[in-house]
């Protein structure tokens, strides 16, 4: 037995911005980065089309990348005065996250972050406001999950808050809005979503439903990526690209991830390396890895009309190098001292990273440290 849960309503193709015309509501807070929106029109467009929905609204700017728990509250307060009944988080992964997290608390002003982070902790939401996530990167699918990561920088840690009463009630995936996005951030993000569609593939809990999401989603990465690194204007690419991401996105919030996943976020959090870039990096290796436990690879290297585990990576491989991105965390600019110091905690917090329940292969330490070396060196894993 399986659930399957995603917004009620999802609106996509180029210039599907404008069916906020259509939601109801009287008051919305748009909550957003800033720069980007602003600059490329998108911001504007949002505001009118919900003037022309009578729907009055006002706007929460500012959310920084990795958004902290600081921001979080100021904006719960913002929500408190301004009383929307639409939120709506615009913009990268960090500000719809934000908005996500400042949802709980201006429904829960008594909310804690470290109680948030204990799985499925969220009480019921849409009390006071209905959510709409509108992204402009493609590559989290943050718009269609029930999942928000805040930063306490006083603590230097991660809070991923887990629940489906995250999930959106509305997304908008407009590829007119991704235009702006630069080369390298395009690149990243959408390794990033090549890797939730695969790890979603082969989760251990993967079921037809989110089979069919997350294998068009790979598909749609490896016919259009290169394209759209190339050719930034082309937004009929720039959707085919936003609606990878979200279908990805679908699948994994219902089928969670697996070790690409949980090792990326320490090399993030440790190194700095961008978050798409790391998948891309430990996700060849991994497939390497994974391999002995599970055959749906084969399906996906049956993609590129070839057979094996091994011909799939090898793809992966390919499109990294297609696309600029580094192939080891060594030339990610890793330094190997700092590396080796931290490779135990590394590989102990890997373990312990809630997506590792759900790869295809139960992994130990050892196996663990040898596919950080590997990918450290940029060499193929073997057993
Ligand atoms: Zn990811």
């Known amino acids: ?60 700017e500012g959310v920084e990348a990795d958004p902290s728990i600081e921001t979080v509250l100021r904006g719960a307060e913002f929500f408190k005065q301004e009383q929307p009944d639409v939120i709506i988080g615009l913009g990268g992964c960090s500000a719809i996250d934000a908005a996500k997290a400042m949802w709980v608390y201006y429904e829960y002003p008594d909310s804690k972050l470290e109680d948030l982070a204990a799985p499925f902790a969220v009480k019921p939401l849409r009390n006071k406001a209905v959510f709409v996530a509108i992204p402009s990167t493609s590559g989290t699918g943050t718009e269609v999950t029930g999942l928000s990561v805040i930063t306490d920088r006083e603590k230097g840690t991660k809070y991923p808050i887990v629940s489906h009463e995250l999930t959106p009630d509305i997304a908008i995936i407009d590829g007119d809005l991704c235009k702006s996005m630069p080369k390298n951030v395009t690149a990243n993000t959408g390794l990033d979503a090549l890797s939730h569609g695969v790890e979603a593939y082969v989760s251990n809990i993967a079921d037809r439903y989110n089979d069919a999401l997350a294998k068009d989603a790979i598909s749609l990465v490896f016919k259009n990526l290169p394209t759209v690194v190339e050719n930034p204007d082309n937004t009929e690419v720039r959707q085919a690209m936003h609606d990878a991401s979200c279908m990805a996105g679908m699948a994994f ?89 931290k490779l135990d905690t590394m590989v102990e917090n890997a373990l312990n990273d809630p997506c590792t329940l759900f790869n295809p292969k139960k992994p130990t330490a050892s196996e663990i440290k040898a596919i950080y070396r590997a990918c450290f060196n940029g060499v193929a894993y073997a057993e």
Request: glycine letters at 10%; proline letters at 3%; a neutral charge.
């Open 1 to 60: 037995m399986a659930k399957f849960i995603v917004p009620k309503e999802i609106f996509h193709g180029l210039g599907s911005l404008e069916n906020l015309k259509e939601i109801k509501g009287k008051k919305a807070v748009v909550v957003t980065g800033g720069s980007s929106v602003k600059k490329n029109g998108s911001l504007g467009n949002t505001i009118a089309y919900l003037k022309e929905a009578n729907i009055e609204s006002a706007v929460f």
């Open 253 to 341: 919030t219902n089928v969670w991830l697996g070790i690409v996943h949980s090792m990326s976020h320490q090399v993030g959090g440790t190194f700095g390396v961008p978050h798409g870039c790391a998948n891309a990096i430990l996700m060849p290796n991994v497939i390497r890895y994974n391999a002995s436990a599970t055959d749906k690879y084969n399906d996906l290297a049956a993609l590129f009309g070839k057979k094996t585990a091994e011909d799939f990576a090898t793809e992966v491989e390919k499109l990294r190098t297609q696309v600029g991105v580094a192939p080891s965390f060594k030339e990610a600019g890793v330094d190997e001292k700092a590396w080796e110091e």
